[in-house]
């Protein structure tokens, strides 16, 4: 007698816990954890869930089956589920809602509404309008269609109401249907059929062609060619790679098909581009800096699992880097380089593909979703035993054995992970902000090493609080490289006192002289320069020269930053945007000002005091295009930009040989931020963008143009002393009680309306106070009180360390749930984010 199983299934939506569900007899030999699966979910919907656990033990309520199975291996390995698990109990959030972040959309797939015809009822179509009419004739003609389609149709934007009226009169039924998102590349192949490859039969075909179709010969000789036919090591030819070279190729190989010379044939092949590894990591040279790092961080995974190198710009991390995925690879393990940015991707990339060529994969957001499921399969093929075949053909899809990518790669399916590199560490972009699961993805890469009893490395020339303190107390590994690459000094770092240069009038527009000077000086010696200011747009807002009226979103308590390219207010916050008043409307004066910059008017101004030179700005704004931003950087590198001005995202780890000079436009802003972290982040940033100058030759130089010239922080920079920051630091961070010896978990309550929101967050402050006490902070507005007319409070709760982290959670939510049960809260969202940024 067989045994009826039944599967705990997770499904990709925002509910507590799994669902069970009955297995078909028939499909008990497919059922393993990992597996896709379609089930239904409710009355309507269906979804593909994930099997998390199978057990013989019935519920204790009338279970539905499983519909279908969908894979031939599990997508999702054990070691994965362990990963969301934890994610979903240390974030606070619903494992269903890790699933959701962890697997590429395509590999997601829920039902959609379609529309049918009732076959079963009489149409009467003077009962019908017009647009009713003409859906059903067009129902008739495709036989279903979705409700896109249907608004198409008939040229309605909303189409439902019209839909609602058809199925009352009972002429439509709706259903829902599934379907495949994912579809494998194929491409058409040419090969000669079997009987033309025997030399003599091949022979006669020539000379028959060479008489009657001297064209078709032609096509012929070119296959022999590419595919080298005649050989012992023969190649598979594309129809597009055959027909390239020759003229009115397709027709005559069409007739050739016909006739049975050829055969063409489909296969699978990658979207991805492959290149061949053409050094070996054995011939990387190192320094003896470099070298003795390199036995430290080998003696240090002896007994430790983290190791924090702590590098300072271009001290050759990536070297190392290299050397320790090749140890790994030659112990039969996988590796993940993790980077906070896409843009170091496209330069990192082409370092490992030098020495790991079609071994290295690449996964980030900018990969459309067909890209991404493609990567995921071949890093999950490493985990698959795969089966031999006496056929030579070359895997169309071989396995990654090194991923590069940002912080979702640490959803892949790695099965053997030996190394994982956190380039970058301190950098805030490791940090998921919307949606849930809001998780970091250095401290889940550390937690994913430990799945796999995995080394991890930590680097950065500017680490974090937490991880600096770590290493301190010897829960990480240190090692220190403090020289640069070739034995190239620190760049030198100048203050502008923008206050003596205001008032002895030596300012042209947003710049000094003595700046515009060294860039000047800069350019005439052919070499480049980096200006960086954290604000993109063109102007940070306008204002009214009589009333001071500032122009606000509607949706949202901030200013609109002006938009120069497309003269435009915009919202940085909701995408609201409008045009430029031509007068104000509080007081009708039409003298409105810019006040403060952004990257968009640092370009345009450069262009007027420096004509002839190739000037281009990188920010959000001018990388939203898939390969802007590689653009902008290929184009850097290899000197067709002279200038580059951008937000931060010139600051992380990018490096370019003929930088010698780097502009910080306004270092003001990046230390008045109220936040416990502003000082160790401008300290971060600036001493990041500062690397970026002098990494090849010369000594480089840096200009930091302030009002507080004398600020500490900014002495700090100038002097490359990331330990005084750290002790300054450190200490206030212990005294008020702050990471890294306190734990930070902070809620943000939102609700449509301010007298709601305001009384269900004093509520749940209460609540929480109940339990801890004085370590409740708030409830508070934060610096923006709306977003998406969505008002907001915040609750901060400070937790010591030592205490338990589950109990505390545990409290959290009973609190939320308790408020929530009241009918005034009902509406009100809390988003509980732990260790937030």
């Known amino acids: 007698m067989r045994t009826t199983l039944f599967v705990n299934i997770l499904l990709p939506l925002p509910v507590d816990g799994l669902y069970t569900y009955r297995v078909p007899i028939d499909l008990n030999e497919e059922v393993t954890i990992g597996k896709r699966v379609v089930v239904q979910f409710g009355q309507k919907k269906y979804y593909t869930g994930i099997i998390h656990s199978i057990t013989e033990k019935p519920p204790a309520f009338q279970a539905k089956y499983v519909l279908a199975i969908l894979d031939l291996f599990p997508l999702v390995n054990e070691r994965q589920l362990r990963l969301w698990e934890w994610i979903a109990s240390y974030y606070c959030c619903y494992l269903g809602e890790v699933m959701n972040a962890a697997l590429p959309s395509a590999l997601k797939l829920a039902s959609e509404s379609k529309i049918v015809l009732n076959t079963e009822v009489s149409i009467d179509p003077d009962s019908l309008s017009e647009k009713g009419y003409a859906l059903v004739i067009a129902l008739q003609e495709k036989g279903k269609m979705t409700l896109t389609e249907a608004a198409r149709t008939v040229e309605l934007v909303k189409v439902i109401p019209l839909i609602h009226t058809l199925i009352e009169k009972g002429y439509i039924l709706t259903e829902e249907e599934i379907g495949e998102k994912f579809k494998p590349r194929l491409e058409s192949f040419i090969r000669l059929s079997e009987e033309y490859l025997e030399e003599d039969a091949m022979r006669i075909l ?21 595919s080298r036919c005649l050989t ?3 190649l598979e030819v594309s129809r597009p790679a055959l027909l390239q070279r020759l003229n009115e190729g397709a027709s005559k190989l069409s007739l050739m098909i016909k006739k049975g010379i050829f055969e063409q044939y489909e ?18 040279q190192l320094t003896d800096s ?15 699992n983290v190791v924090l190198l702590h590098g300072v710009t271009s001290s050759g991390k990536t070297e190392l880097y290299i050397k320790l995925i090749r140890e790994t690879l030659d112990a039969g393990r996988q590796a993940l380089y993790l980077l906070p940015e896409i843009a170091l991707t496209t330069q990192i990339i082409n370092r490992l593909r030098k020495y790991f060529g079609a071994d290295v994969g690449i996964y980030h957001s900018r990969y459309d979703e067909n890209e991404r499921v493609e990567t995921w399969q071949r890093v999950a093929k490493s985990g698959i035993k795969q089966e031999t075949t006496d056929s030579d053909e070359p895997d169309p899809l071989p396995p990654y054995k090194v991923v590069l990518g940002a912080r979702s790669a640490v959803f892949l399916p790695f099965s053997n992970l030996g190394l994982i590199i956190v380039d970058e560490e301190h950098d805030s972009s490791f940090k998921q902000y919307d949606p849930a699961p809001r998780y970091n993805a250095r401290d889940t890469a550390i937690f994913l090493a430990s799945v796999h009893q995995a080394k991890v490395i930590l680097g950065s020339a500017t680490p974090s609080m937490e991880s600096y303190h770590n290493a301190s107390l010897g829960k990480y590994g240190l090692v220190s490289l403090q020289e640069r690459f070739g034995g190239i000094q620190m760049p030198a770092v100048e203050v502008i006192n923008l206050r003596e240069e205001h008032k002895k009038k030596r300012m042209k527009s947003i710049f000094s002289e003595y700046l515009l000077d060294n860039i000047d000086h800069a350019l005439g010696k052919g070499e480049q320069v980096i200006l960086f200011q954290n604000r993109r747009g063109f102007s940070l807002h306008l204002d009214c020269d009589n009333c001071n009226w500032i122009p606000q979103c509607i949706q949202c308590d901030v200013s609109l930053m002006y938009h120069k390219k497309e003269n435009q207010l915009r919202c940085h916050y909701c995408g609201y945007s409008t045009r430029i008043p031509e007068k104000c409307p509080d007081c009708g004066y039409t003298g409105i000002m810019m006040k403060g910059f952004g990257t968009e008017k640092i370009e345009e101004e450069l262009s007027i005091f420096f004509p002839n030179a190739r000037i281009a700005r990188m920010d959000l704004d001018s990388t939203r295009s898939k390969n802007a931003m590689q653009r902008i950087i290929s184009d850097f590198e290899e000197r067709r930009i002279d200038i580059l001005a951008g937000t931060q995202m010139v600051t992380k780890g990018l490096d370019f040989d003929n930088v010698s000079l780097v502009g910080i436009l306004n270092a003001d802003s990046l230390l008045s931020y109220p936040d416990f972290r502003s000082f160790e982040r401008g300290f971060q940033l600036m001493a990041q963008v500062a690397g970026r100058s002098g990494r090849k030759g010369t000594q480089g130089k840096v200009l930091i143009q302030a009002f507080n010239n004398t600020h500490q922080v900014i002495q700090y920079v100038i002097n490359h002393d990331y330990l005084a920051l750290y002790k300054s630091q450190i200490e206030e961070r212990e005294k008020f009680k702050y990471p890294p010896f306190y734990r930070l978990i902070q809620l943000t309550v939102k609700h449509a309306s301010q007298d709601s929101l305001n009384t269900a967050a004093a509520e749940l402050a209460t609540l929480l106070k109940k339990s801890f006490g004085k370590r409740v902070l708030g409830p508070e507005y934060p610096q923006v009180g709306r977003i998406r007319n969505l008002y907001l409070k915040n609750i901060m709760i400070k937790i010591e360390k030592g205490v338990n982290l589950e109990k505390v959670k545990s409290q959290i939510m009973e609190a939320i749930t308790t408020m929530n049960k009241k009918r005034m809260s009902s509406q009100v ?9």
């Open 232 to 234: 012992e090591n023969p």
């Open 206 to 226: 020539y000379e028959k062609l060479e008489k009657k179709a001297p064209k078709q010969l032609e096509v012929l000789i070119e296959y022999v060619q590419l």
């Open 267 to 284: 296969k699978q092949v990658s979207r991805l581009r492959s290149v061949a590894a053409t050094d070996q990591a054995e011939a990387i």
């Open 829 to 837: 969202r809390v988003i509980v984010d732990v260790d937030p940024m």
């Open 290 to 304: 470099q070298s003795e790092a390199l036995q430290k961080i080998r003696k240090e995974f002896e007994s430790k």
